[in-house]
């Protein structure tokens, strides 16, 4: 539940222009009232949506909005249509109505439900008290907690398996040379190595 008339106690929606939309081809005269409303307030209670968010003494000048209220032939209302912002340019809520633009007006805007905050704020409610500015920071701690517990960090490197054939002739590369074994491998070498023993 959203209290805004404790969260702005002073707040009025300034409603005027009211006109009455009679449906004639409705049985029973179902009738439709519409008007304009532009909400002002001074922000003195606390206002819970998503989480409780302290008084902040910021007043709130709405965009006009248009409403509309349907009723039934008992005389009361079925259906509430509301937060048609008609001049985005007026007010300090960003050109947002309804609660989205008091909290704009009162520094702690919604994420804008096209965005992947807003997205997450749609199917997890309790995060919508949470501004741009605290997700970073949020983000700062979780990247920050990878760091610290090496997470993303490559293993070291694992040398290649060395098969038979390869192993042997990595032995010979690493054998020293005796006399015998030179002048086996080269003709010149087994000649003067001849000599040299007669």
Same mark, same amino acid.
């Given at each position: 539940?959203?209290?805004?008339?404790?969260?702005?106690?002073?707040?009025?929606?300034?409603?005027?222009?009211?006109?009455?939309?009679?449906?004639?081809?409705?049985?029973?005269?179902?009738?439709?009232?519409?008007?304009?409303?532009?909400?002002?307030?001074?922000?003195?209670?606390?206002?819970?949506?998503?989480?409780?968010?302290?008084?902040?003494?910021?007043?709130?000048?709405?965009?006009?909005?248009?409403?509309?209220?349907?009723?039934?032939?008992?005389?009361?209302?079925?259906?509430?249509?509301?937060?048609?912002?008609?001049?985005?340019?007026?007010?300090?809520?960003?050109?947002?109505?309804?609660?989205?633009?008091?909290?704009?007006?009162?520094g702690?805007?919604?994420?804008?439900?096209?965005?992947?905050?807003?997205?997450?704020?749609?199917?997890?409610?309790?995060?919508?008290?949470?501004?741009q500015?605290?997700?970073?920071?949020?983000?700062?701690?979780?990247?920050?907690?990878? #760091?610290?517990?090496? +997470?993303?960090?490559? @293993?070291? &490197? *694992?040398?290649?398996?060395? /098969?038979? %054939?390869?192993?042997?002739?990595?032995?010979?590369?690493?054998?020293? #040379?005796t006399?015998? +074994?030179?002048?086996? @491998?080269? &003709? *010149?070498?087994?000649?003067? /190595?001849? %000599?040299?023993?007669?």
């Amino acid at each position: 539940k959203i209290d805004v008339k404790g969260a702005f106690p002073n707040g009025s929606y300034n409603a005027r222009n009211f006109r009455v939309q009679w449906d004639s081809k409705v049985r029973g005269q179902v009738y439709k009232v519409w008007c304009r409303t532009q909400f002002q307030g001074t922000h003195t209670g606390v206002l819970t949506f998503g989480r409780p968010i302290p008084a902040t003494g910021k007043t709130v000048m709405g965009a006009p909005e248009i409403m509309s209220f349907t009723f039934n032939t008992a005389g009361k209302v079925t259906r509430v249509t509301a937060d048609y912002v008609v001049d985005k340019t007026e007010g300090n809520t960003g050109g947002w109505g309804g609660v989205r633009g008091m909290m704009h007006a009162i520094g702690s805007p919604m994420p804008d439900p096209w965005t992947m905050q807003g997205k997450l704020c749609k199917s997890f409610p309790a995060l919508l008290g949470f501004t741009q500015t605290m997700g970073i920071w949020a983000l700062n701690g979780v990247l920050f907690g990878a #760091v610290l517990s090496g +997470a993303g960090k490559r @293993a070291p &490197p *694992v040398p290649p398996p060395t /098969t038979s %054939a390869s192993a042997s002739v990595a032995k010979k590369a690493t054998a020293p #040379v005796t006399p015998v +074994a030179a002048a086996a @491998a080269s &003709p *010149v070498a087994a000649a003067a /190595t001849a %000599a040299a023993v007669a």
